[in-house]
């Protein structure tokens, strides 16, 4: 009897885990769509599925059962340009050579996640939100349609010049009224919890919101409007084929180190920042990943779950294996990852750095 009742809990304990915690498998993304929505100066603990805050990111926080939530994801730089330059070619900023915004382009030589999705048949389109990532600044690269029109009087935009979330969302419906069919990569830019924050709401008379409020304001309004894309995406019957990758491209700091907003310091709250990738047809429950990775990560990553081949002069390391509950393929500290993949490009020698 004791053996029978072990051998039904060993039966009970292998089922579950064959069944309840699927994994997802290389090349189970080839035929979906790519929407990469990128929020600027978005802290991961701003985030309700990162920090446990009630009212903050509801419509993110209501896609966490059919996502894998990244807890330890880390940007490369706390500057916006050089930040998405090493999201979409997988690369440090040494290597990409773009340094800081507004003073620097990617060079044309380097190869993008736009390129490389375009190369496989994909429709692709970018709406961004700041000047600072305008197609003068070299973004642009692989994209079909750029919009990066701001509806602005001013005769030379500059540094300043942005739009707010519900105007990227009136784009993103543009766009959705004019799809076709086919396969695509979407890139959609929030730049709204930037500094100057607006505090969308009401106080008491007499109460002025903090910066942090204010701040906190801006990621509610923004995840306002990601709701409403999830939406319309669903009266389009996409969710199921399109793949959903939400990250912060820095963080920012209020005071914990002597420093306000980004662009100076390194520290934890202007580096950490969220990553949440989302689809109800292969993530069939809520994962949590737990290890440090990167935003240079994210595209070899992407590629290997399309199963499309990735280029040798990437940096970034594919975290596949750690969403199939597999040890990374390599275990040399952060910084050594850096040292190796130095060997991998010409640039400034580390002491530049």
């Known amino acids: 009897m004791k053996k029978k009742i072990i051998w039904l809990i ?12 699927p994994k ?32 903050i990111t509801p419509n993110i926080d209501r896609l966490a059962p059919n996502s894998i939530i990244f807890k330890n994801c880390y940007a490369n730089v706390p500057l916006t ?9 997988g690369r440090f900023p040494y290597a990409h050579q773009v340094r800081n915004n507004g003073t620097y382009k990617l060079n044309t030589s380097e190869l993008t996640m736009a390129e490389i999705y375009k190369s496989q048949g994909f429709k692709t389109s970018a709406i961004i939100a700041s000047f600072t990532v305008c197609s003068k ?19 030379l935009l ?15 419906q543009n766009w959705a009224d004019g799809y076709n069919g086919r396969k695509f990569f979407l890139w959609v830019h929030f730049y709204d919890p930037h500094f100057p924050y607006f505090f969308h709401g009401t106080r008491a008379t007499g109460q002025s919101p903090s ?31 399109t ?3 939400i990250v912060g491209d820095h963080g920012e700091a209020f005071g914990e180190h002597g420093e306000y907003g980004h662009g100076i310091f390194c520290y934890e709250e202007s580096l950490k920042v969220p990553l949440i990738i989302h689809n109800p047809r292969y993530i069939k429950e809520k994962q949590v990943i737990e290890e440090k990775i990167s935003l240079v990560d994210i595209l070899p990553s ?13 940096q970034g390391q594919s975290f596949v294996n750690l969403i199939q509950g597999k040890k990374e393929k390599k275990n040399e500290p952060y910084i050594l990852k850096v040292c190796l993949a130095r060997k991998k490009t010409t640039g400034p020698p580390l002491s530049a750095l």
Not at 212 to 231: A, F, L
Request: with cysteine; aromatic share 14%.
């Open 10 to 21: 060993f039966l009970l304990f292998a089922s579950r885990t064959a069944f309840s915690s």
């Open 24 to 55: 997802i498998k290389k090349g189970s993304f080839k035929e979906l769509n790519v929407l990469l929505i990128t929020l600027d100066t978005t802290r991961s603990d701003c985030i309700g599925l990162y920090n446990n805050k009630v009212n």
């Open 81 to 89: 340009l050089p930040s998405h330059c090493s999201l979409f070619t």
């Open 137 to 155: 600044f070299g973004l642009n690269q692989g994209f079909d349609f750029y919009d990066e029109n701001f509806g602005s009087t001013e005769v």
């Open 158 to 172: 500059n540094l300043k010049s942005e739009i707010p979330a519900a105007l990227v969302y009136e784009k993103f």
């Open 211 to 241: 910066l942090w409020d204010s701040y906190e304001s801006e990621i509610h309004y923004v995840d306002t409007y990601i709701g409403k894309i999830r939406e319309t995406l669903a009266s389009m019957e996409l969710l199921d084929n």
């Open 243 to 245: 793949v959903i990758v």
């Open 302 to 314: 992407l590629l290997e779950l399309n199963k499309f081949a990735i280029p040798k002069n990437i």
